[in-house]
């Protein structure tokens, strides 16, 4: 979990009206002033109007959370994906590139997209989610990442684990049921991807979730790379089901009855679909208190370092201890 943004506090705090306007501005295209943000707080992202023409989407990168050289990994497999008409929306390429910079601050400019949340208790919903996660998987496997991570258990668990105990976040009347229900998820959680072992790693969406998926006329389109990242395919698969065990394996089937129209789809990795989840839980508390110094993130996350949070959280990675006790999802 470490990150110079730490030392930065308030990395947006600069982020002003007129330097969005004009960082547009820098690279070629006139804004008409209209300025509307956009539900993110990992980065900054706004809709900018343009002067005769559709509005563009700007997003501006936290400072020190990726190198250049990510960033430009993450443009290239969206670019890559967009190329072989999958419906990612990809960055513009403005005199040659896709990553500009002003006033400190590295940004991209995309193509407005518009749509609504999907129906994903739909058969045909899921299904056409599985023929086109099956395209994207298809190309993120041709090459790996050389500059972007990998999920794993030290980044997703070991790590966010350590910095809410050193920083003090978990309250001290809790800190001994947390340090030891912790650890041994954890271990328990090493135990299931060596059962799942030989593990494929390719290159993922990564965050695939229903709010990164957005639905028009002609189908789903996926937005937001930025958390594009090495690791199994089964990563884009698990966030989009929901329900009981019965409704998540029957949505499972209507998902890989599409998956497996371009391309193989590995059963034994379903070995790891509650190992995934616990680990993302334990990465959401530690991202949020790897945030708790940006100013947004106790404004839109005011249950969060409270001691019902952490009772609550407790609680539910409990809950998650017999979860990876059960077999895993099967097929309806």
Same mark, same amino acid.
């Given at each position: 979990?470490?990150?110079?943004?730490?030392?930065?506090?308030?990395?947006?705090?600069?982020?002003?009206?007129?330097?969005?306007?004009?960082?547009?501005?820098?690279?070629?295209?006139?804004?008409?002033?209209?300025?509307?943000?956009?539900?993110?707080?990992?980065?900054?992202?706004?809709?900018?109007?343009?002067?005769?023409?559709?509005?563009?989407?700007?997003?501006?990168?936290?400072?020190?959370?990726?190198?250049?050289?990510?960033?430009?990994?993450?443009?290239?497999?969206?670019?890559?994906?967009?190329?072989?008409?999958?419906?990612?929306?990809?960055?513009?390429?403005?005199?040659?590139?896709?990553?500009?910079?002003?006033?400190?601050?590295?940004?991209?400019?995309?193509?407005?997209?518009?749509?609504?949340?999907?129906?994903?208790?739909?058969?045909?919903? =899921?299904?056409?989610?599985? $023929?086109?996660?099956?395209? @994207? #998987?298809?190309? +993120?496997? *041709?090459?790996?990442?050389?500059?972007? /991570?990998?999920?794993?258990?030290?980044?997703?668990?070991?790590?966010?684990?350590?910095?809410?105990?050193?920083?003090?976040?978990?309250?001290?009347?809790?800190?001994?049921?947390?340090?030891?229900?912790?650890?041994?998820?954890?271990?328990?959680?090493?135990?299931?991807?060596?059962?799942?072992?030989?593990?494929?790693?390719?290159?993922?969406?990564?965050?695939?979730?229903?709010?990164?998926?957005?639905?028009?006329?002609?189908?789903?389109?996926?937005?937001?790379?930025?958390?594009?990242?090495?690791?199994?395919?089964?990563?884009?698969?698990?966030?989009?089901?929901?329900?009981?065990?019965?409704?998540?394996?029957?949505?499972?089937?209507?998902?890989?009855?599409?998956?497996?129209?371009?391309?193989?789809?590995?059963?034994?990795?379903?070995? =790891?679909?509650?190992?995934? $989840?616990?680990?993302?839980? @334990? #990465?959401?508390? +530690?991202? *949020?208190?790897?945030?708790?110094?940006? /100013?947004?993130?106790?404004?839109?996350?005011?249950?969060?370092?409270?001691?019902?949070?952490?009772?609550?959280?407790?609680?539910?990675?409990?809950?998650?201890?017999?979860?990876?006790?059960?077999?895993?999802?099967?097929?309806?």
């Amino acid at each position: 979990m470490n990150d110079d943004a730490i030392a930065d506090a308030h990395p947006y705090e600069r982020l002003t009206p007129d330097l969005i306007l004009d960082a547009v501005d820098s690279t070629g295209v006139r804004t008409d002033g209209r300025l509307l943000a956009l539900n993110s707080f990992e980065n900054r992202v706004y809709q900018v109007g343009i002067e005769d023409a559709t509005p563009l989407v700007v997003k501006f990168y936290r400072p020190h959370r990726w190198p250049d050289e990510a960033i430009h990994e993450e443009h290239a497999f969206a670019c890559a994906l967009a190329q072989a008409e999958l419906p990612v929306v990809a960055p513009q390429q403005m005199h040659g590139r896709t990553l500009h910079e002003f006033g400190g601050f590295r940004f991209a400019l995309y193509p407005r997209q518009r749509g609504r949340a999907p129906e994903f208790e739909s058969q045909d919903t =899921l299904t056409w989610m599985g $023929r086109f996660i099956a395209r @994207i #998987h298809a190309i +993120g496997a *041709l090459q790996p990442f050389a500059h972007r /991570p990998t999920l794993d258990i030290r980044s997703f668990g070991d790590e966010p684990m350590a910095y809410v105990l050193e920083h003090g976040f978990v309250p001290q009347d809790l800190r001994p049921a947390y340090e030891s229900l912790v650890p041994q998820l954890l271990e328990h959680i090493r135990a299931a991807f060596e059962d799942a072992a030989p593990i494929t790693l390719l290159r993922l969406h990564g965050d695939c979730h229903p709010g990164n998926v957005l639905w028009a006329e002609d189908g789903p389109h996926f937005v937001d790379l930025d958390d594009a990242r090495m690791g199994p395919a089964v990563q884009d698969v698990w966030m989009l089901l929901s329900g009981e065990r019965e409704a998540r394996a029957q949505q499972l089937r209507w998902f890989l009855d599409g998956y497996w129209e371009f391309g193989e789809f590995e059963l034994r990795e379903l070995r =790891l679909i509650e190992p995934l $989840r616990t680990l993302r839980m @334990i #990465h959401y508390a +530690g991202w *949020l208190a790897l945030r708790w110094g940006d /100013p947004a993130f106790p404004a839109a996350f005011p249950w969060f370092n409270t001691q019902r949070y952490w009772q609550d959280h407790i609680l539910a990675l409990r809950e998650q201890a017999a979860a990876l006790d059960e077999p895993p999802l099967a097929l309806q």
